[in-house]
């Protein structure tokens, strides 16, 4: 698999999600705030990679949004998409660093849970051939769950991102037990993912009060963030918001080491 430009052992990397400046710029039609202009904004400030999820309403990322990140980043594009034959056309012609397979359902707010890879891993070990052949690292997005880390493994997935929703919504709720449990089973479950031979990432609804213990794991190599970043950027800037983002990143590691 092609590796990542930014990889160093230990390093735990920080990709940074720009679909919601895209969510602002469609709520009037308009062409700004343009979401390209942030990922240059991202990659300037130490980003390693962007994230963008084109869904199949294109309610926030449009397909020329692809195009343009494609043209002009020169960090690695992360294309979140649901397998359907339209996206992996979509994939095939534009050979981004790293696809990354999210289930979709056109009426939830946010991707909801994970991909159910064990329930058709036949048509997704189909569907990733060609993309992997293509040069594109496939990560599947999945709950922290040892059956559909173990179908991502034989369907030759090199990467799964572990849902972290779960665990933030309970955070976010007071709901400390619950939160704690999520916690426990990301942490057992980062492990048998490496164990495994997987590349390990993590994300979704991450924040500045519940990345800590994530980012401690030692097995994950990369966070996807978006909506909380791109809610701060609005008041202290991109940049701003990501340095404070990577320094509880880098503390969580040191915590750890
Ligand atoms: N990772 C994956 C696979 C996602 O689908 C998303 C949301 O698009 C994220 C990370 C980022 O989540 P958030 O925007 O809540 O930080």
Excluded: W
């Excluded at 309403?57 to 397998?83: F, K, Q």
């Excluded at 293509?134 to 991102?161: T, Y």
């Excluded at 709720?173 to 997987?198: H, I, K, N, V, Y």
């Amino acid at each position: 698999m092609t590796r990542h430009p930014k990889d160093q052992p230990g390093k735990l990397r920080l990709g940074v999600n720009i679909d919601h400046v895209a969510t602002v710029r469609n709520a009037r039609g308009s062409a700004y705030p343009d979401p390209v202009r942030a990922a240059l904004l991202a990659q300037q400030a130490g980003a390693d990679g962007v994230t963008a999820h084109l869904r199949e309403d294109r309610r926030h990322i449009a397909d020329d949004d692809i195009a343009r990140l494609m043209d002009r980043l020169t960090i690695p594009l992360n294309l979140e998409m649901a397998a359907t034959p339209e996206m992996q056309q979509i994939a095939l012609r534009h050979v981004p660093h790293a696809v990354c397979l999210v289930p979709e359902k056109r009426e939830e707010r946010t991707t909801e849970g994970g991909l159910e890879v064990a329930r058709e891993e036949n048509r997704l070990a189909h569907f990733i051939a060609p993309l992997r052949e293509a040069g594109c690292r496939v990560s599947i997005f999945i709950a922290a769950d040892k059956p559909q880390i173990e179908a991502a493994a034989r369907i030759g997935a090199p990467v799964v991102e572990l849902h972290t929703g779960a665990y933030c919504d309970a955070h976010a709720e007071g709901r400390f037990d619950d939160r704690d449990a999520e916690l426990q089973r990301l942490t057992e479950m980062a492990a048998f993912a490496d164990s495994l031979g997987l590349e390990v990432h993590a994300g979704h609804g991450l924040t500045y009060d519940t990345v800590t213990p994530i980012a401690a794991l030692p097995q994950i190599r990369e966070l996807n963030i978006g909506h909380f970043l791109i809610g701060e950027a609005i008041f202290v800037g991109l940049p701003a918001a990501m340095d404070e983002m990577r320094r509880l990143m880098i503390e969580a590691r040191k915590g750890a080491a």
